[in-house]
């Protein structure tokens, strides 16, 4: 459903064609290695393109490549050694390094074909954080808090029901 609105919304917006392919989900944690995959779509050279949605509406770049002898070259904001795109015969990748939270999102792969872009695979980067040391800190903290109040209630109940009884 996303991806149906994202292809539409860009197609009218950018003179993006969309083909009818590969929607999928890639889902690691934070602080680990992300490998998005694409079907090598051309038998002939012909220039590559990974570009990922930014704030749901702006389609930015991040790498172009000509065919998978040549390295591919990265778009402006991308050229930091995060992002790694190959090829092979068969499949084209785009590695993130280190992902955080920031990356999360769309990313499309596709060519150019005359003056226009076509998208062969849309992949929804999703990010998940890793629980944090001072999350679990205070998960042992809070835990040690009920039981010793447990055994301050427990010993309450007990005494004010000896002394309802010696009372009697």
């Known amino acids: 459903m996303i991806f149906t609105l994202t292809a539409l919304l ?3 917006l950018s003179g993006i064609s969309v083909s009818a392919s590969e929607f999928q989900t ?3 944690q934070s602080g680990e290695e992300a490998t998005l995959l694409c079907s090598n779509f051309t038998s002939s050279p012909s220039q590559i393109i990974w570009f990922r949605l930014v704030n749901r509406t ?3 770049c991040i790498s172009s490549m000509y065919n998978s002898i040549t390295p591919a070259s990265f778009c402006s904001g991308f050229e930091n050694g995060k992002f ?3 090829s092979n015969i ?12 920031s990356d999360s999102g769309l990313y499309f792969c596709g060519f150019f074909l005359n003056k226009y872009s076509v998208i062969v695979s849309a992949t929804y980067l999703k990010v998940r954080e890793e629980p ?3 999350t679990n ?3 042992v903290i809070l835990s040690g808090v009920t039981i010793v109040l447990t055994k301050i209630i427990i010993g ?10 010696s009372g009697l």
């Open 10 to 12: 860009l197609s009218s």
């Open 26 to 28: 890639v889902e690691v």
């Open 58 to 60: 702006q389609p930015r």
């Open 84 to 86: 790694e795109a190959t």
């Open 90 to 101: 068969s499949t084209v990748f785009l590695r993130v390094k280190h992902v955080d939270l």
């Open 132 to 134: 944090c040391e001072v």
């Open 137 to 139: 800190l205070v998960s």
């Open 156 to 165: 309450l109940v007990v005494k004010m029901k000896r002394q309802t009884e």
